[in-house]
């Protein structure tokens, strides 16, 4: 059972518009919470990540908003290029000694951006 | 960001034979690494987490003969996969764990066992 659920699973945005993909998670445990980009073929690439101490983090045109009340967050592509076009997926991380600092992924959302 | 290099970028075997996939952490020394498998449009599906110098922790499910994990130094770990049959053609990708939080991933290596 997925622990981080994310959506939505695809999307597609206008060049120049926002992009949003949203997470949800359930473990409190978690504590520390990144994205990554993928493109077809390739690794993940660490895009933002975030700790549930700050409740938005913003760097170039990515931003990361998260409400630990609620137990979510969300990646912000602003002003979205065709370069974006990627899968994107956030994750967290498990505290604890045990854990070896795993990370659980969400889906995925692939995202397509059009000229 | 840091480099993770993993070796070979593509591989084709025969079925019933080996192979083996390398992942080196240029330039840090990372003493946790994690393997995962990947389908096609899918997440990533953690296989194992390897600490350097001792036996690597699998998750439920994993055949840990099937997938022989080595992490012999601070910077290289190799996933082996024994006996390799269709089924086990995936996208390999090994991450490498540079601090407490940051973990940086390596281009991955698509395995086709015909």
């Known amino acids: 059972q997925q622990q981080v659920k994310q959506s939505p699973q695809s999307l597609i945005v206008q060049k120049g518009g926002i992009s949003i993909i949203n997470c949800a998670y359930e473990?409190?445990?978690?504590?520390?919470f990144p994205w990554y980009q993928q493109f077809p073929g390739k690794g993940p690439a660490l895009l933002i990540a975030i700790r549930p101490d700050v409740s938005e983090k913003k760097e170039g045109r990515f931003t990361i908003s998260f409400n630990k009340s609620a137990k979510q967050f969300s990646l912000h592509i602003m002003d979205s290029q065709p370069g974006d076009s990627a899968t994107y997926f956030c994750?967290?991380?498990?505290?604890?000694?045990?854990?070896?600092?795993?990370?659980?992924f969400g889906a995925g959302t692939q995202v397509v951006v059009t000229p | 960001g840091a480099v993770v290099s993993q070796h070979p970028s593509r591989v084709i075997c025969k079925s019933g034979t080996s192979v083996k996939i390398e992942c080196r952490s240029l330039?840090?020394?990372?003493?946790?690494m994690f393997w995962y498998r990947q389908f096609p449009k899918k997440s990533l599906m953690l296989m194992a987490t390897?600490?350097?110098?001792?036996?690597?922790?699998?998750e439920q499910g994993v055949e840990k003969d099937k997938f022989l994990i080595n992490h012999a130094s601070l910077t290289l770990s190799t996933l082996t996969v024994t006996s390799a049959h269709p089924e086990d053609s995936s996208f390999y990708i090994c991450?490498?764990?540079?601090?407490?939080?940051?973990?940086?991933f390596g281009q991955g290596t698509r395995l086709t066992v015909v």
């Open positions: 473990n409190t445990a978690f504590d520390y």
């Open positions: 390897s600490n350097e110098g001792s036996k690597a922790t699998y």
């Open positions: 330039d840090f020394q990372a003493t946790t």
């Open positions: 991450s490498a764990r540079r601090t407490a939080t940051e973990a940086f």
């Open positions: 994750a967290a991380r498990e505290s604890g000694a045990d854990s070896w600092g795993k990370l659980q």
